[in-house]
Nanobody, 121 residues
Framework: QVQLVESGGGLVQAGGSLRLSCAAS????????MAWFRQAPGKQRELVAV???????YYADLVKGRFTISRDNAKNTVYLQMNNLKHEDTAVYYC???????????????WGQGTQVTVSS
């Protein structure tokens, strides 16, 4: 089994910062791309940022320059540093990872349970 466990969400004032973490555990052979998505009430889930296994990154335009995605391959953990938060960043943030399980050849996508980020204006 593979699990993604997120942490670091909470309530913060506009202009503040939060750091999210997501750790993958279980029968893992390798972790490919890792990403953060978010879903606000009444809206579709949207991609926030992606980081590949070699460290290449991609950011949605709405967060570019404010959010930073990083990873620790030794810990199978991805982070999202969120600075200058805005009210419109309020959402449930989900971690996603493409993981090759031990004994498998192909990656499978896994999701975390989500962590709430609330930005007060």
């Amino acid at each position: 089994q593979v699990q993604l466990v997120e942490s670091g969400g909470g309530l913060v004032q506009a202009g503040g910062s939060l750091r999210l973490s997501c750790a993958a555990s279980g029968t893992i052979f390798s972790v490919k791309a890792m990403a953060w998505f978010r879903q606000a009430p009444g809206k579709q889930r949207e991609l926030v940022a992606v980081i590949t296994s070699d460290g290449s990154t991609y950011y949605a335009d709405l967060v570019k320059g404010r959010f930073t995605i990083s990873r620790d391959n030794a810990k199978n953990t991805v982070y999202l540093q969120m600075n200058n938060l805005k009210h419109e960043d309020t959402a449930v943030y989900y971690c996603n990872a493409d993981i090759v399980r031990s004994g498998s050849f192909y990656p499978t996508g896994y999701w975390g349970q989500g962590t709430q980020v609330t930005v007060s204006s």
